[in-house]
């Protein structure tokens, strides 16, 4: 039966025919030159990390930028749409543990699987343009622009506390501590050690950042929210109170520094009403105090430890409030009043400055305190106009001044400015804006990273290496374990050098960067991939950038999405690019779960992109992420759905081939425009230029893919309906052909196989992405009769015909005139009418 072989929809033969013939032309997804003349558009999604295998997540992100990608092209776009690899990190090092495979080899046959599985889908990539983190061509850069930041006074070495994951062997980011937990070890607690890092002053740019965000109005809010809580700026005032005198201690020869404990407060208006100065466990006076008074020491070990459980748990916001006395007392540098000092379990060292003035009276958390340890509370702010105290712990910046001294009367904002000026003229305070962001601290102990371009010499000490030894390669022959520091300590080759300065013996440093330094500026590398002089052209960023949409998941929105935003301004900063974000739009897609919960191999619910596609072919797969529900929500995984797809995808093809010799004879004689469609054509015209309207919109901003498949659907079903009057020729020719052209263009984005194919199918040449996209003909898509509700006193009556765009009267006449309605209001007085054209008519009566 060689007819109906013909018309079987077989993915397995098509896919793999135009798979071919796309990798033979490789100018089809490559950008054009800057001079094209056309509007740019670049649209990327995140580029993955080479684990070897697609996850659906992925299949799901790039069907998404894929769909818009195609869409742009055949709006006439100069289109960037490339892929590259987020290529260094720790799995390469434990694979190489587990399977005695070189971290480099690993990665690159990863690679190489993920390519060959995202050409079999059909993703239209420039691989041209395609970026390897872990090849030195790109990580040369890292080490170029960590030069240049050091000459900028951006990158700073110190010791300092990091968290440490015993079971990674490295410094994690506070990003990276999920928890208390590291982000890759679940079951991992997180510790704090002291180590000489590298760190980018991320925080020279934190108002920056902030302020930012205001202008990303193409951004989802949640992300900009999460961004400004993590960035987490307070404005306050810094104060120092001063250590009362003790007989015997080294703080009273006359002349010497008083010692002094500096807080921050972001209420100094309230200061009149502190009870008692609060320290973290690891403030540096406790530990003075705590030397000779084993009594104090063991109980502020005891909230030490409270605390670091709490830190362990995830859960400092909720612990609970414990504190010492330490016997000392500081003295309040506006009214000399004495107070105690404590020791608090819920002071942090690493927030502020360690130390914080309780005023219980009008802080919720000092109420707390004072209330269970009997501490005085101390009415300092009245609400305005009031005689009487208002109940006591009053949280408000409503108010004025009580129990002040010279600050009474005054209203709380006033008094602030005031008790600033006081501070600063008497050198005890200033007003300060602390941030929680903290700077990024980038030295990993690891092997499989970018090596940090700097050597220590015994006469010069620290040397940056010079621009013309770039790169200082990783040594691929290397032993891996997990203990002992960074692997690269024990490469001597590596380790010794001479001194770019003195030629004399040098050792290089032997951390690496952690890897979200290359993800911080890939995209511009995408930009101008080949070039060996430059990380980039600032002509061609200039010409590229910003980014019109950039498409990923919402766990990147504070690590990559804030650490790229900062390598943009120090970017813009460097002379380097004129754009200060690098992001135009951003969509963060929901998560592929199944069964209710996202997928993962200790599940077993993970469905393999490959099964999906040897079973139901690439279009099916494609369009099936697309379909099951809006690109922003989680997809829940119904291999139905794909069945339902591949269907779908079925029926298209058999109505396409059977009624192609017949459009493929309208082609030349296309529909007459000024010869009016009716009946049947007219019919189905109308809901082909609906679909185009819906469609085109759905691409400019709402991206309810989900409605656009829908809406194809919807039209086949339609033709489909007509099938028998279709091949009796019913329709012209000239319809037939804008009916199956169209229908097989709006396919394009969501089935580019199938669309290919039927494409030839219809006798075009030359590929559909760059046929134009259809556009819709308002005066076809408008329905000639639209139904309206006929409400009476609020209750539907009837729905009633009437032209499209007729005017309030013409509908209020309607309204009137039907049976039923005037049924209804017989004998009754019509209050009012009041008419919606286009949509209702509401009548009041009496
Ligand atoms: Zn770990
Ligand atoms: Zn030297």
């Known amino acids: 039966m060689p007819e109906e072989r013909e018309q079987r929809y077989d993915p397995a033969a098509i896919e793999p025919k135009w798979q071919k013939r796309w990798a033979a032309d490789p100018k089809l997804y490559a950008a054009e030159p800057l001079s094209s003349g056309k509007p740019k558009y670049y649209v990327l999604e995140m580029l993955p990390y080479p684990s070897g295998q697609l996850h659906m997540g992925h299949v799901r992100n790039y069907s998404i930028g894929d769909a818009l990608a195609r869409h742009m092209w055949m709006r006439g776009y100069n289109v960037l749409h490339p892929m590259g690899w987020d290529a260094f990190g720790l799995p390469a090092e434990n694979a190489a543990l587990k399977n005695n495979t070189p971290p480099r080899e690993w990665t690159l046959a990863n690679i190489a699987a993920m390519k060959r599985q995202m050409q079999r889908l059909g993703l239209g990539y420039d691989w041209a343009t395609e970026v390897t983190t872990c090849l030195p061509d790109y990580y040369r850069w890292n080490q170029w622009f960590f030069l240049r930041m050091y000459e900028k006074g951006l990158v700073y070495r110190k010791k300092s506390k990091v968290n440490w994951c015993p079971e990674c062997a490295t410094v994690l980011a506070n990003e990276q501590v999920v928890d208390g937990r590291c982000w890759r070890h679940e079951d991992t607690i997180v510790e704090q050690r002291d180590l000489e890092q590298w760190s980018f002053r991320i925080t020279a740019y934190a108002d920056e950042l902030l302020e930012g965000l205001d202008k990303l109005d193409g951004w989802p809010e949640k992300v900009r929210t999460m961004q400004r809580n993590w960035i987490g700026r307070s404005e306050g005032t810094e104060v120092d109170f001063f250590l009362e005198e003790i007989q015997g201690t080294g703080n009273k020869e006359p002349g010497t520094e008083k010692k002094r404990i500096r807080v921050f407060t972001t209420r100094v208006d309230t200061i009149f009403g502190t009870t008692s100065v609060q320290l973290a466990p690891q403030h540096p006076l406790v530990a003075a105090f705590t030397a000779a008074d084993p009594t104090l020491k063991s109980q502020v070990d005891e909230l030490l430890d409270q605390q670091k459980k709490a830190r362990e748990a995830g859960d400092l916001g909720a612990i609970e409030k414990h504190g010492v006395p330490t016997g000392r ?15 608090a379990n819920y002071i942090l060292a690493d927030y502020g400055t360690g130390a914080i003035m309780s005023v219980p009276g009008h802080d919720e958390r000092d109420f707390e305190f004072a209330t269970k340890y009997g501490l005085p509370i101390v009415e300092v702010i009245r609400p305005a106009g009031q005689d009487a105290p208002a109940e006591l712990p009053f949280i408000s910046e409503e108010g004025m001044l009580v129990n002040s001294g010279e600050y009474n009367g005054l209203k709380c904002e006033a008094a602030e400015k005031k008790l600033q000026e006081t501070a600063t003229r008497g050198a005890f305070g200033e007003a300060k804006v602390t941030f929680r962001l903290k700077d990024w601290g980038v030295s990993r102990q690891r092997y499989w990273g970018t090596p940090i371009p700097m050597t220590y010499c015994e006469r010069d000490g620290l040397v940056p290496v010079p621009d013309d030894q770039l790169p200082v390669l990783l040594p ?5 374990t997990q203990q002992g520091g960074s692997p690269l300590g024990r490469v001597p080759e590596f380790v010794n050098t001479t001194c770019p300065k003195c030629g004399g013996p040098a050792r290089r440093e032997t951390d690496t960067m952690d890897t979200f330094v290359d993800s911080s500026w890939y ?31 919402v766990e990147h929105a504070i690590l990559h999405l804030i650490y790229s ?16 974000e690098p992001v135009q739009r951003l969509f963060t897609q929901g998560m592929v779960i199944k069964d209710g919960a996202k997928m993962s191999k200790s599940r077993g619910n993970v469905v393999s992109p490959d099964d999906m596609v040897a079973r139901f072919g690439a279009d099916s797969a494609r369009m099936y992420a697309l379909f099951a529900a809006p690109p922003d929500r989680d997809l829940d995984w119904q291999e139905d759905g794909v069945a339902g797809v591949s269907r779908f995808l079925a029926r298209v093809w058999r109505l396409v081939t059977k009624h192609a010799p017949r459009a493929r004879s309208g082609s030349s004689g296309a529909r007459n425009p000024r010869t009016a469609p009716t009946g049947l054509s007219l019919k189905l015209l109308r809901k082909l230029h609906q679909t185009i309207a819906k469609i085109t919109l759905d691409f400019e901003g709402r991206w309810h893919f989900n409605t656009c498949v829908a809406a194809i659907m919807e039209l086949v079903n339609e033709l489909q309906a007509a099938d028998a009057q279709l091949a ?27 669309a290919a194919e039927l494409w030839e199918e219809l006798g075009e040449e030359g590929a559909i992405l760059r046929a134009p996209w259809p556009r819709s003909d308002p005066g076809l898509a408008r329905e000639d009769e639209i139904e309206i509700p006929v409400q009476i006193n609020g209750k539907l009556v009837t729905l009633i015909r009437v032209a499209a765009g007729a005017d309030a009267k013409t509908m209020e006449a309607a309204a009137l005139a039907d049976e039923k309605v005037r049924s209804r209001i017989a004998g009754k007085l019509l209050a009012k009418v009041i008419v919606v054209p286009g949509r209702a008519v509401n009548l009041v009566v009496k």
Not at 533 to 542: E, G, I, R, S, T
Not at 565 to 580: C, S
């Open 476 to 480: 691929e022959q290397i032993e891996i």
């Open 728 to 754: 009796a020729g019913e329709v012209g020719a000239g319809e037939m052909w804008e009916l199956l052209r169209s229908l097989v263009l709006l396919l394009a984005p969501f089935a580019p196989f199938l």
């Open 565 to 580: 935003r900062f390598w943009t301004k120090v970017m813009r900063d460097l002379g380097l690019i004129a754009n200060d």
């Open 329 to 343: 007392f500081a003295l309040n540098p506006y009214s000399g009043q004495r107070v105690p000092i404590w020791v």
């Open 523 to 553: 995209f511009y590398r995408y930009t101008d991939a080949k070039n060996s002089n430059a990380p980039f052209d600032p002509k061609v960023v200039q010409y590229w950038f910003p980014i019109d949409q950039y498409i990923g998941g």
